[in-house]
């Protein structure tokens, strides 16, 4: 008996579902204790980064299957525009990748080409074999399978900005999201995200998203300046990453007891 299966909502749909920005955090480890603690927190969504993190195909999947129990959106991020590698992360069961470096709206439509089956693109079909249509117990699932995949493009970059928006207008781009630390660099500003003339760039590449009628994003580990974003209307943003949260918070214990216990000695 092939029992039906039902798969979750894409992040698309959450989005056009929210009457505020979501909230997310980067699960960068490659640990699925780790994306887990993350899913149960009451964020929104987790971006599974899979381009600067140390995942694989193996991580990511079992990450994908510990955040399945929660009421939050994953989302992973490619190392780049590679169709062989998009394959196979949809293949996983990804519903919502994120690819980043977009320059050009020549490199959105092969964004969306990847991430649909012919004759719309040129994902490979492998449905049968695999987690993402759940071993064909979704049903019509290479019929109805863009109802089941988001894509969001990222922009991190001055040419990235300057075509924002004919790369949001691509049919098949669901969303676009910012990246000020390369952009950042890019503009000659490395290390410098939150460089006024950095914010006032990722600002034109919001209006310009805005325009072509499509939600954007960012991250922002700066609670003013993700406020700020928030306060312009993005739709989306990520503001933390658990990586970063456990170097801080570890630092901040060895400071906390290591000086004080060091300066409350006394000489015997």
């Not at 480890?29 to 899979?50: F, N, Q, T």
């Not at 992973?76 to 196979?88: D, E, F, T």
């Not at 300057?162 to 990246?179: K, L, P, Q, S, T």
Request: glycine share 8%; net charge negative; aromatic share 6%.
């Amino acid at each position: 008996m092939q029992l039906p299966v039902n798969l979750p909502a894409t992040f698309r749909e959450a989005l056009a579902a929210s009457d505020r920005p979501l909230i997310g955090m980067w699960v960068c480890s490659g640990s699925p204790l780790v994306a887990e603690i993350c899913a149960g927190s009451g964020l929104d969504w987790l971006l599974v980064d899979m381009e600067h993190g140390p995942n694989q195909l193996e991580s990511a999947l079992a990450q994908l299957q510990a955040v399945a129990a929660y009421p939050v959106s994953p989302l992973v991020r490619a190392p780049g525009l590679l169709p062989v590698m998009i394959k196979q992360i949809l293949d996983l069961g990804a519903q919502n990748i994120l690819l980043p470096m977009i320059d050009t709206p020549e490199q959105a439509e092969a964004a969306v080409r990847a991430v649909r089956y012919p004759p719309r693109g040129n994902r490979g079909i492998g449905s049968a074999l695999a987690r993402s249509a759940r071993w064909n117990r979704v049903a019509d699932y290479l019929v109805n399978a863009d109802e089941h995949v988001s894509l969001f493009v990222q922009i991190e970059s001055v040419t990235g900005v300057e075509n924002a928006a004919e790369i949001a207008a691509i049919d098949g781009v669901d969303g676009v999201f910012v990246g000020p630390s390369d952009l950042a660099a890019s503009m000659g500003l490395i290390g410098q995200q939150t460089h006024p003339d950095v914010v006032a760039a990722a600002g034109r590449a919001f209006d310009a998203v805005h325009s072509a009628g499509k939600p954007f994003g960012v991250n922002a580990f700066d609670p003013a300046v993700a406020s700020a974003y928030i306060q312009q209307g993005a739709s989306f943003v990520l503001v933390g990453a658990d990586v970063a949260l456990l170097a801080r918070s570890s630092e901040k214990l060895a400071e906390q007891f290591i000086d004080s216990s060091a300066s409350g000695r006394t000489e015997k």
